[in-house]
């Protein structure tokens, strides 16, 4: 008898994890670090158990050239450094939960066997959606390592002209990186613009520079057809198309949970509690298969990230092994890069919060990235929607060039955190010129909230300025005579903030709605009329926020 397995001392744990990757791979390894003794067996019915899934699309524009820098671990060396026992190829056909047996199949034979388990961790990730149209298997879709062989595979060939269904985050990586590779690219996107989380006025800023780069957006159309050498769009027009790929997005590989009789929500999403628990207590499931918590509504979710896969495979290892801990609800914070642009979303957007009736307040600040007299710095275009009765932030988006990424974590950790819109003002950030402002544009956020919280200030949103002007509000732009004469609001009359109190009487009596061009300006013009009695709005985020979709 070994030491380490006295008489009478219990068996060890038996733990099966189906699936590899982010979530599966988290679990198994820390289950390791927290249990020496536990057989730890995973099943991954691809070739691949441990690959870096976001860098993908970077290895077929070149960008990552070696492929093998994709591949962070394998079965040898997972085996090595945790013992455990990983096998590619096998994919768990079914769970017998009386029984506490998956039955295994082996890719490449068919042979089949039960494997016994005491906790079992489900992490099958998701399955990218192709479109049901005539044609669809030319569409090359982009999830695993085989996808991205079989694409590097068709380049090869040297395709000339592509189209990417689908404008979301992967699509428009992919988008780029076949730009990289020379192809004149177009990107179909259902909806009415690319980037479904960002709001429409800071996903025109991405359109730009997709188009500034060459790049064809066809939004609010669809793809009815593949042929040989081209896609058939809704409208009726033809697209070239050497190379097809659907990026429309991923639903959750939930079968095997489902036939098991676990619970799933309407998405197909398998339903867990906070210690990500499914409906049968030995059983759990992570990563982009399994439900979230929403922290904005506290509803379920469904966020296909690697971070939370990560972060809740882990915890799973922590549970089983006794600890008391809990998933925290997600904010489905999410970064990308268009060619030189990033933008950058947490929490809910505009949009979502209209659709669900929930009352908000909406924020646009357009800060430089940094010191403006410090070389370098670039416009920052940022967006906070706050719940007016309680100052609660409820999400925040951001485009720009530079220090997006700054700037949306840290509103995520002051969410995360229950810090308040007017609260981000009382934030000490790092500060150097070549870092940021002594105004840090976060802050900048929480002076703009604490202003409208406390009622010394009021906005009018873009897309309410034309409705106001039909209304007979007038709209005062107060920028200088040249900046008015490059371009302006229809219908506004120009009284330069520095002129404003010699020409009050040129200030129209009653309501009124001051712009400039970022918001300022706005604000001071707003308070020195304020305090002539004049009722006036400011323009939220100025001519700059109005001017990305002239609307009206």
């Given at each position: 008898?070994?030491?380490?397995?006295?008489?009478?001392?219990?068996?060890?744990?038996?733990?099966?994890?189906?699936?590899?990757?982010?979530?599966?791979?988290?679990?198994?390894?820390?289950?390791?670090?927290?249990?020496?003794?536990?057989?730890?067996?995973?099943?991954?019915?691809?070739?691949?158990?441990?690959?870096?899934?976001?860098?993908?699309?970077?290895?077929?524009?070149?960008?990552?050239?070696?492929?093998?820098?994709?591949?962070?671990?394998?079965?040898?060396?997972?085996?090595?450094?945790?013992?455990?026992?990983?096998?590619?190829?096998?994919?768990?056909?079914?769970?017998?939960?009386?029984?506490?047996?998956?039955?295994?199949?082996?890719?490449?034979?068919?042979?089949?066997?039960?494997?016994?388990?005491?906790?079992?961790?489900?992490?099958?990730?998701?399955?990218?959606?192709?479109?049901?149209?005539?044609?669809?298997?030319?569409?090359?879709?982009?999830?695993?390592?085989?996808?991205?062989?079989?694409?590097?595979?068709?380049?090869?060939?040297?395709?000339?002209?592509?189209?990417?269904?689908?404008?979301?985050?992967?699509?428009?990586?992919?988008?780029?990186?076949?730009?990289?590779?020379?192809?004149?690219?177009?990107?179909?996107?259902?909806?009415?613009?690319?980037?479904?989380?960002?709001?429409?006025?800071?996903?025109?800023?991405?359109?730009?520079?997709?188009?500034?780069?060459?790049?064809?957006?066809?939004?609010?159309?669809?793809?009815?057809?593949?042929?040989?050498?081209?896609?058939?769009?809704?409208?009726?027009?033809?697209?070239?198309?050497?190379?097809?790929?659907?990026?429309?997005?991923?639903?959750?590989?939930?079968?095997?949970?489902?036939?098991?009789?676990?619970?799933?929500?309407?998405?197909?999403?398998?339903?867990?509690?906070?210690?990500?628990?499914?409906?049968?207590?030995?059983?759990?499931?992570?990563?982009?298969?399994?439900?979230?918590?929403?922290?904005?509504?506290?509803?379920?979710?469904?966020?296909?990230?690697?971070?939370?896969?990560?972060?809740?495979?882990?915890?799973?290892?922590?549970?089983?092994?006794?600890?008391?801990?809990?998933?925290?609800?997600?904010?489905?914070?999410?970064?990308?890069?268009?060619?030189?642009?990033?933008?950058?979303?947490?929490?809910?957007?505009?949009?979502?919060?209209?659709?669900?009736?929930?009352?908000?307040?909406?924020?646009?600040?357009?800060?430089?990235?940094?010191?403006?007299?410090?070389?370098?710095?670039?416009?920052?275009?940022?967006?906070?929607?706050?719940?007016?009765?309680?100052?609660?932030?409820?999400?925040?988006?951001?485009?720009?060039?530079?220090?997006?990424?700054?700037?949306?974590?840290?509103?995520?950790?002051?969410?995360?955190?229950?810090?308040?819109?007017?609260?981000?003002?009382?934030?000490?950030?790092?500060?150097?010129?070549?870092?940021?402002?002594?105004?840090?544009?976060?802050?900048?956020?929480?002076?703009?909230?604490?202003?409208?919280?406390?009622?010394?200030?009021?906005?009018?949103?873009?897309?309410?300025?034309?409705?106001?002007?039909?209304?007979?509000?007038?709209?005062?732009?107060?920028?200088?005579?040249?900046?008015?004469?490059?371009?302006?609001?229809?219908?506004?009359?120009?009284?330069?903030?520095?002129?404003?109190?010699?020409?009050?009487?040129?200030?129209?009596?009653?309501?009124?709605?001051?712009?400039?061009?970022?918001?300022?300006?706005?604000?001071?013009?707003e308070s020195l009329l304020a305090q002539h009695g004049r009722r006036v709005r400011n323009l939220d985020g100025g001519y700059l926020t109005w001017s990305a979709l002239r609307p009206g």
């Open positions: 008898m070994s030491a380490t397995q006295s008489e009478g001392a219990p068996e060890p744990r038996r733990v099966v994890v189906v699936g590899g990757v982010a979530g599966g791979m988290s679990a198994a390894t820390r289950l390791r670090r927290l249990d020496e003794r536990a057989v730890i067996t995973v099943f991954e019915r691809g070739g691949y158990v441990s690959f870096a899934n976001c860098g993908l699309p970077y290895h077929i524009g070149g960008v990552i050239a070696e492929r093998d820098a994709l591949l962070l671990q394998t079965p040898a060396s997972l085996g090595r450094r945790f013992g455990l026992d990983v096998r590619v190829g096998h994919e768990v056909v079914g769970i017998d939960r009386t029984a506490r047996t998956v039955r295994v199949r082996e890719v490449a034979t068919g042979r089949e066997f039960d494997e016994p388990y005491d906790d079992l961790i489900l992490s099958p990730g998701a399955s990218p959606i192709v479109p049901d149209i005539p044609g669809a298997e030319r569409a090359r879709t982009l999830r695993t390592i085989e996808d991205t062989d079989a694409l590097v595979a068709a380049l090869a060939a040297e395709p000339r002209t592509a189209v990417v269904i689908g404008g979301g985050f992967i699509g428009l990586e992919v988008a780029e990186n076949l730009v990289h590779r020379g192809l004149d690219v177009t990107v179909v996107e259902l909806a009415d613009q690319v980037l479904a989380p960002l709001d429409p006025e800071l996903a025109a800023l991405v359109a730009d520079e997709l188009a500034g780069h060459g790049v064809r957006v066809a939004t609010g159309v669809s793809v009815t057809a593949i042929g040989p050498a081209d896609v058939m769009l809704s409208t009726g027009e033809r697209l070239p198309a050497d190379l097809v790929v659907a990026a429309i997005g991923v639903r959750p590989d939930s079968r095997l949970a489902a036939d098991a009789g676990l619970a799933v929500n309407d998405r197909g999403g398998i339903v867990v509690d906070d210690h990500q628990r499914t409906s049968d207590e030995h059983i759990f499931a992570v990563g982009d298969a399994a439900q979230k918590a929403d922290a904005v509504s506290g509803g379920g979710a469904m966020v296909p990230l690697a971070q939370t896969a990560n972060r809740h495979g882990r915890l799973v290892a922590d549970v089983i092994c006794g600890r008391e801990i809990a998933s925290r609800p997600v904010l489905g914070t999410a970064i990308v890069r268009v060619f030189g642009l990033a933008a950058a979303t947490t929490g809910w957007n505009e949009k979502r919060l209209r659709a669900a009736g929930r009352p908000y307040r909406a924020i646009h600040a357009h800060p430089g990235s940094h010191a403006g007299y410090y070389p370098g710095a670039e416009t920052l275009h940022l967006k906070l929607l706050v719940d007016p009765a309680t100052d609660a932030i409820l999400g925040a988006q951001g485009v720009g060039r530079d220090g997006v990424d700054k700037r949306i974590d840290v509103i995520a950790t002051a969410m995360a955190g229950g810090v308040t819109a007017s609260g981000l003002a009382d934030l000490e950030l790092a500060y150097a010129p070549q870092f940021g402002s002594a105004k840090d544009p976060v802050t900048m956020l929480g002076f703009i909230a604490d202003n409208l919280a406390s009622g010394r200030a009021d906005s009018v949103q873009w897309h309410e300025v034309a409705d106001e002007q039909r209304r007979g509000v007038p709209v005062v732009d107060v920028r200088t005579p040249a900046e008015f004469e490059r371009g302006h609001i229809p219908g506004s009359v120009n009284v330069p903030v520095d002129e404003l109190r010699d020409r009050l009487d040129e200030v129209p009596e009653g309501d009124v709605i001051v712009t400039c061009q970022v918001g300022l300006r706005g604000h001071v013009a």
